[in-house]
């Protein structure tokens, strides 16, 4: 018996939310393919669409699946075929991706023993060595589907946020890799202050503007005064991008994770394609190559 695993690309911090903050995308993403074999451990087959560790334990998904394995104190294993949806450094989740699918058909073979929740936090065991750290904030909403905050880390919890019903994204992806262990490196360890306070009243701003669908309310949460500033530079044209967004209607526009995906959120499928066309004029007029994606958000993982 095989079983297929579709995961969604995600976008990860949604301006005001560093490492809590995610939401899932509809129609794009990885899939896992999965067969229990009688050996112990992952073994991964065949990897198409990027050119990614075939070793398990170098693998984001290998080690994800070794880890909930080893939990489940399993006696038997799995082989994987893994077929990349999204690009690999591209800040839209790819790695999470592969984690959540695995963990996530592992589950299903098994009668789901573990809970959503659970798989979130063996998916982001295997994100860990992708990213040099543990952040839930993309496998998250890979798995459940819609918005996810993180609460905490210790102890680990996913709380699934309403997504309103207009809510689209715009996606952005310049042709330029940008590694998230890097893009971390890059931030100070300390903020100040009043940065800390806009940032938290934001992010409560935004949460409530998710659960009352207020989109005046979201448009003025999504802003990132801790993160942005020091991330941006990486990425190509990213302040004209985001002037030609806001200037098209984007209730926001922000690195998506840690880039160099940039995302536009905004109300209605019209404004979200109208967004798409204006920053393609903008990066066609430069030398930067750009794919883009329009997408409702995921209700569901
Ligand atoms: N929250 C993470 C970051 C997401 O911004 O570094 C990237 O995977």
């Known amino acids: 018996e ?9 976008v990860a911090n949604v301006n005001c939310g560093f490492d809590v ?3 899932a995308l509809e129609g794009i993403g990885d899939e896992i393919f999965l067969r229990k074999v009688p050996q112990k451990g992952i073994s991964i087959t065949k990897i198409t669409g990027a050119d990614l560790p075939m070793e398990a334990s170098k693998n984001v998904a290998g080690v994800a699946g070794m880890a909930m394995l080893e939990f489940l104190n399993a006696d038997f294993g799995f082989e994987i075929e893994i077929k990349k949806g999204i690009p690999i450094g591209s800040g839209i989740g790819g790695s999470a991706a592969s984690a959540a699918a695995i963990v996530f058909g592992i589950n299903q073979f098994l009668d789901k023993p573990l809970s959503l929740q659970q798989l979130a936090y063996f998916g982001m065991k295997g994100e860990a060595i992708a990213s040099g750290n543990e952040h839930a904030d993309n496998v998250a909403p890979a798995i459940f589907g819609g918005f996810t905050l993180i609460p905490g880390y210790d102890p680990f919890e996913v709380v699934s946020l309403p997504v309103p019903d207009d809510l689209f ?5 310049p042709h330029i890799e940008i590694n998230t262990k890097d893009s ?6 300390m903020v100040p202050l009043q940065d800390a306070i806009k940032q938290s009243g934001n992010l409560a701003g935004l949460i409530s503007g998710l659960y009352t669908s207020n989109y005046e309310l979201i448009k003025r949460s999504l802003i990132d005064v801790l993160i942005e500033p020091h991330r941006k530079p990486l990425i190509p044209l990213f302040d004209n991008a985001k002037k030609v967004a806001l200037e098209a209607k984007a209730l ?3 690195i998506g994770g840690s880039g160099p995906s940039m995302f536009a959120l905004s109300k209605g499928e019209k404004t979200a394609t109208s967004i798409e066309a204006a920053l393609i004029d903008l990066y066609c007029k430069s030398d930067n190559k750009i794919d883009t994606i329009v997408s409702k958000l995921s209700k569901t993982g």
């Not at 095989?2 to 995600?10: D, E, L």
């Not at 994204?169 to 992806?173: C, G, L, N």
């Not at 971390?184 to 360890?189: D, H, I």
Request: with cysteine; hydrophobic share 50%.
């Open 184 to 189: 971390r490196a890059a931030l100070p360890k």
């Open 2 to 10: 095989c079983i297929r695993v579709f995961s969604p690309a995600t």
């Open 252 to 254: 926001g526009f922000g």
């Open 169 to 173: 994204v715009t996606i952005i992806h």
């Open 21 to 23: 903050l995610g939401f």
